[in-house]
């Protein structure tokens, strides 16, 4: 370069330097290193230095190259002499444009709730009067981690930078009061607004060991927010400066997206309102000032108990909202406030429980809009709506037109001109009387429930809509307000009286209960029974009982010869051989001695002397749960706790059945039914005993070595499988697994086929714990009433002893004179085909179709149809027997 460099001092205290041939060039830099006066590092070095009041930003730090040698790194190692440097050179930028470090920091994203930020690479100021050890422990962590760096020398330009910047982190030094004070810098940063989402650190001098360490409060106090020992190490300094971004700095930065979402709050036409756990007014949206009247200056830091009150809501309907979100609930409904100027509006508000520090409610919001069911509330609408979008003349009439449909709130239904399908306008009070009516019922519901926001959802739904929807709406609320939503409606009881029996024995808990009739069953409470002769271990049984075994995971698997062979005990021999196949004892961490006691005691309380509900029932049920377990779909959507869960539920699911139902029990006034409150009081006893039965010994305590939460969670899903089991929610259970599971299923398949995958729906399935808790429950409901689809002989055999054991309590009921729940099941004038008929009609077709569509079970299905075949022919010979007469005779 032909002239010298020229050296420039801002106002702001920013020294740049320009080649003078190159001052159009504001880019242009140059190294100076005229005698004792050097430019290097991030100060200038000359006797007058301290003079002048300066902001270094550094356009690139160049990694020195292999020529040059390590000099740019050594710019200033700990511990070495200012004096004893060589001069150095580094570029200037031109006033105070920021730096780039050597190592270039990528953007990070950031998730606040559900909303997705891009955070930009953190800028640090450094405030210095000096250059030292300190200083330059603190510019080379900010080059390493890849943050911009501005280094200022007097609190004049500090405050500018800062103000020009705004950087993230502020670094402070609190070391000597010489050159400035560092809590009045730090005091004046502060007041600035921009300071509310900085971090200010104060670089303290080290204490000696005999010292004792002075409190932060004055420094918090003055506005730092932590404080650092003096360190000159760069890893001290880099790990201070990482940790501020990822705590504090990360938490300002989504605290500032918050600007976002209250402009948002600004602008919604809804009014919206915020409070504190305690119902103190923290924030409300300009909507909702129109709404009520007030200014926000007289609703902030105020009560809601304070405001006036509308005389027009149900004098309970405070304490059942209060009710609702004090226990995190959400509610919705219909609620009269009063304005600022003393009118009550009828407003439809939502308010939603927010969860904060500690896991507890800190805030419920409140959204709330205006219902127009009078022309107070119509007027007030109205107006509402032409404050908001007609009142800033510069829109267009076009404009102002959108904006006044873009929400469509609710009318007066009184009022309403229905249109027919055909387009035309007709008028029909009858139909707006009804409509009117179902508005006020709809109004008057302060629970919030799944079914109150389905019914809300078709009222709003009715308002404008065409008079033959409306009329088929209408007749949709009325079957939404009955309680069996699930149940099927049956026609007169002479059309099917089989059916109608059923229905009442099984699906009903019978609560028309006799007085002074009592029926109390044994219970054998039996921890052991050694006089029967069990393995010692699954490969410790006799030849003729392994034989039968060895077909156990077939199907078409004979339980009842296992019952023959094993003395009418073929639960622990078969229970042995699948919890074997299911590492059942593995999982349960318990022996195989502990599980074949366990099972031992289980099988005791099974009553021998019942027909149906006996341990071979039990037995049975075993078989079909693992048979399903075994299944591929199945397989895949369940956990090895699940299988476990599923196989032991199976094994107790009717431990101590009394041979009687539930409607017998709750009619006789048994002490099951009055412990139970007559509610699924069988499936409550069955798990209740097996628990205790259990636990009672550890012998045979297959859960003693089981951590409590393994325990627990497997415990609850046992309890959920077996009552489950009780058939008054046997509809439910199937109509969620049909809408939950199969709908699902067969949409994703069909878009997996398109896409060739097939493994998508198992994943999607085990993915949700709600979805394997349908499957478990499902899969024991089949296996406990699968006997229709088991061979021929079989289903003869199991329809045989359930009718046997329904006569049995015909038998009992007349004699002590109770309801007879099951009139049908006389044993002199019964038909078991038309029964059985009945029966696969009701309750199995519908749910083994569900079944066989997510398992697969053609085998089953086959077996169903001829079985029901046979029962359609007996019952067309009018046969009341079991078998065909040919089949009698042979």
């Known amino acids: ?23 159009n060039s504001p880019h242009q830099t140059t190294t100076i290193s005229q005698g004792t006066a050097t430019l290097h590092g991030l100060f200038i070095k000359t006797d007058a230095a301290d003079s002048i009041p300066s902001v270094l930003a550094y356009q690139s730090r160049q990694q020195p190259s292999p020529s040059a ?12 002499s200012a004096r004893a440097r060589a001069p150095r050179c580094c570029g200037v930028e031109a006033e105070t444009q920021t730096s780039n470090a050597s190592v270039k920091a990528s953007t990070t994203e950031v998730q606040i709730g559900p909303m997705r930020l891009t955070q930009d690479p953190v800028q640090v100021l450094l405030i210095f009067a000096k250059e030292d ?4 422990g603190f510019w080379w962590a ?26 993230e982190i502020i670094v402070i030094d609190h070391r000597n009061s010489r050159y400035f004070d560092a809590e009045d810098i730090c005091r004046s940063i502060r007041a600035t607004k921009p300071s509310e989402h900085t971090v200010i650190l104060a670089v303290v001098p080290r204490t000696s060991a005999d010292q004792e360490e002075t409190s932060v409060l004055p420094l918090l106090n003055a506005g730092f927010d932590r404080q650092f020992m003096e360190n000159s190490s760069i890893t001290a300094c880099y790990n201070e400066l990482v940790q501020i971004e990822h705590g504090e700095v990360r938490s300002q930065f989504k605290l500032r997206a918050c600007n976002a979402v209250f402009t948002a709050l600004d602008h919604c036409q809804e009014a919206i309102e915020i409070t504190s756990e305690d119902h103190v007014i923290q924030y409300v949206n300009p909507a909702f000032e129109r709404m009520m009247g007030y200014h926000k200056g007289e609703l902030i830091g105020k009560e809601l108990t304070e405001l006036p009150k509308s005389d027009k809501n149900c004098v309970d309907l405070l304490d059942t909202i209060n009710t609702f979100i004090k226990k995190g609930k959400e509610w919705q409904g219909v609620y009269y406030a009063r304005r600022k100027s003393g009118d009550s509006i009828q407003q439809h508000v939502k308010i939603t429980p927010v969860m904060g520090q500690g896991g507890k409610i800190r805030h419920f919001v409140s959204l709330k809009r205006l219902n127009c069911p009078n022309e107070n509330n119509k007027q007030l609408y109205k107006s509402h709506r032409d404050e908001k979008y007609t009142g800033d003349n510069s829109q267009s009439e076009s404009h102002s037109f959108k904006g006044k449909n873009r929400r469509k709130d609710s009318i007066d239904v009184k009022s309403i001109t229905s249109q027919s399908s055909d387009g035309k306008k007709v008028n029909s009070p009858s139909l707006q009387t009804r409509r009117y009516s179902s508005m006020a019922r709809i109004h008057s519901m ?30 949709v609320l009325e079957i939404l307000r009955t309680t069996e939503l699930y149940s099927p409606q049956l026609g007169t009881k002479d059309e099917d009286p089989h059916t109608s029996d059923l229905v009442g024995g099984l699906m009903t808990d019978g609560l028309r209960r006799l007085s002074g009739n009592e029926y109390v069953f044994s219970k054998n409470m039996n921890l052991s029974h050694s006089h029967l002769s069990v393995p010692n271990t699954i490969n410790d049984v006799p030849p003729c009982i392994a034989q039968l075994l060895n077909n156990e995971e077939s199907w078409d698997f004979n339980i009842f010869e296992l019952e023959a062979v094993t003395n009418k005990r073929p639960l622990v021999y078969l229970g042995l051989k699948i919890f074997a196949r299911f590492g059942v004892s593995e999982f349960l961490n318990c022996s195989e001695a502990t599980l074949r006691a366990w099972l031992q005691v289980i099988e005791a309380n099974y009553h021998s002397s019942n027909s149906y509900h006996n341990s071979t029932h039990a037995a049975d049920v075993l078989h079909a749960t693992a048979f399903f377990l075994g299944k591929e779909k199945v397989k895949g959507s369940l956990d090895h706790l699940d299988e476990v869960a599923a196989l032991i539920a199976a094994t107790i699911h009717d431990v101590d059945h009394p041979g009687r139902t539930n409607s017998f029990l709750c009619n006789a006034g048994s002490e099951l039914a009055v412990l139970y409150n007559d509610t699924a009081v069988l499936e409550s006893h069955h798990t209740a005993l097996a628990f205790q039965l259990t636990i009672k010994d550890s012998k045979c305590n297959i859960f003693k070595n089981l951590d409590r939460n393994h325990y627990r969670t497997l415990r609850q899903a046992i309890i959920d499988m077996v009552l489950a089991t009780e058939m008054t929610k046997h509809f439910e259970h199937v109509n969620k697994f049909v809408n939950s599971i199969n709908k699902p299923m067969a949409s994703e398949e069909t878009s997996s086929h398109n896409e060739g995958s097939d493994c998508e729906c198992t994943a999607n399935i085990k993915n949700f714990p709600d979805n394997q808790t349908l499957i478990k429950r499902m899969m024991i409901k089949c296996a406990d009433v699968a006997n229709p689809c088991r061979p021929l002989e079989l289903c003869i055999e199991w329809a045989g002893r359930i009718s046997e054991e329904y006569f ?35 309750f199995i077709t519908d749910m083994f179709d569900a079944w066989d569509a997510f398992a697969h079970l053609p085998v089953l299905m086959q077996h169903l149809a001829n079985n029901y075949k046979h029962w359609k022919t007996l019952d067309e010979l009018k046969c009341k027997s079991l078998r065909l007469p040919s089949e009698n005779n042979n």
Do not use: W
Request: include cysteine; proline fraction near 7%; glycine fraction near 4%.
């Open 446 to 475: 302060t629970i919030e429930a799944p079914i109150t926001k389905v019914i809300n959802i078709i009222n709003a739904a009715q308002e404008n809509s065409p008079i033959t929807v409306a009329e088929a709406l209408d007749r």
């Open 1 to 23: 370069m032909g002239c010298a460099p020229s050296i420039h001092v801002s106002q702001s205290g920013v020294i740049y330097c320009r080649d003078s041939d190159e001052s």
């Open 133 to 136: 050890n300190q200083s330059d």
């Open 808 to 842: 049995a309590q015909t038998d009992e009921e007349k004699r002590q004179g109770l309801p007879v729940v099951m009139p049908v099941f006389d044993r002199n004038t019964c038909s078991i085909p038309k029964s059985q008929i009945s029966f696969i009609d009701y």
């Open 142 to 167: 900010c080059d390493r981690a890849g943050y911009r760096c501005n280094i200022a020398r007097t609190p004049e330009s500090a405050l500018e930078c800062f103000l020009d910047k705004q950087q």
């Open 69 to 80: 040698g390590p000099r740019r790194k050594e710019r200033r190692e700990p511990g070495a």
